[in-house]
């Protein structure tokens, strides 16, 4: 089956402890994407990737990291997680540069205590 | 500026009737592409419904339609005969640029809480 696929689902930590969210899909897309969902503010980029290699900032990356050194995997790194970044993180990908829909994974909360 | 605005946060419909979810967006790109998405209360992001700049119809998806006023920028959700299910979260979002002008990045409207009353 076509999909996106995060971990964890849901996910508490403390201030301070690195963590990683993953993301991986399973249809060669070579563009893939990180957002941020907050109430009232819809839903905000953190980072994206064309293709392997080659990532770039979104509207809000700071605090935030990123690696696509395979196709098929674009973790999200937080290296010193602050309580402003307790969210919903959504992972998505698509083919190319068409137009076509991006592909969303089922989200991952984030609560920093 | 906001690039896409959605100026309802929150709305009502009773079961049966169609209902209009608003979205206006801003862009000098000539060619682009806009998209709803749903948002259920589990959290996933489900794609409803595509429009392309330059497609000279409104889209269509079962019970989903977009009405695409191009002068008006503008590119409202209508959902006819809505069901208990249509209750959720809507985002309007739209991509900049079609083939190989921009990144193409997805950017998205803050987003309509529908209801639906039985």
């Known amino acids: 089956e076509a999909q996106v696929t995060q971990n964890p689902r849901y996910l508490i930590t403390v201030t301070g402890k690195k963590l990683t969210v993953t993301c991986s899909q399973n249809?060669?897309?070579?563009?893939m994407s990180w957002y941020r969902q907050d109430p009232g503010l819809g839903l905000r980029q953190i980072y994206y990737?064309?293709?392997?290699?080659?990532?770039d900032k979104g509207d809000v990356p700071e605090g935030y990291k990123v690696s696509r050194k395979e196709k098929r995997n674009f973790p999200l790194i937080l290296e010193s997680p602050s309580p402003n970044q307790t969210s919903l993180y959504f992972c998505?990908?698509?083919?190319?540069?068409?137009?076509?829909?991006?592909?969303f994974g089922s989200g991952t909360q984030l609560s920093v205590l | 500026a906001q690039k896409i605005t959605q100026t309802q946060p929150g709305m009502f419909v009773q079961e049966k009737e169609a209902v209009t979810l608003d979205c206006t967006y801003d862009?000098?790109?000539?060619?682009?592409?806009l998209f709803w998405y749903k948002q259920p209360s589990s959290g996933e992001m489900i794609f409803l419904i595509y429009?392309?700049?330059?497609?000279?119809q409104n889209a269509t998806e079962g019970r989903y339609s977009l009405n695409f006023q191009k002068a008006r920028k503008s590119a409202n959700l209508v959902i006819s005969a809505s069901q208990l299910g249509d209750s959720a979260m809507y985002f309007c979002?739209?991509?900049?640029?079609?083939?190989?002008?921009?990144?193409?990045?997805?950017?998205f409207g803050k987003g309509t809480k529908l209801s639906v009353k039985p």
């Open positions: 249809m060669n897309h070579e563009y």
């Open positions: 429009q392309g700049s330059y497609d000279e």
């Open positions: 990737s064309m293709n392997v290699e080659v990532t």
């Open positions: 862009t000098s790109d000539q060619s682009y592409g």
């Open positions: 998505a990908s698509r083919p190319g540069r068409g137009i076509e829909k991006l592909f």
């Open positions: 979002a739209m991509r900049e640029g079609q083939d190989g002008g921009s990144q193409g990045n997805l950017i």
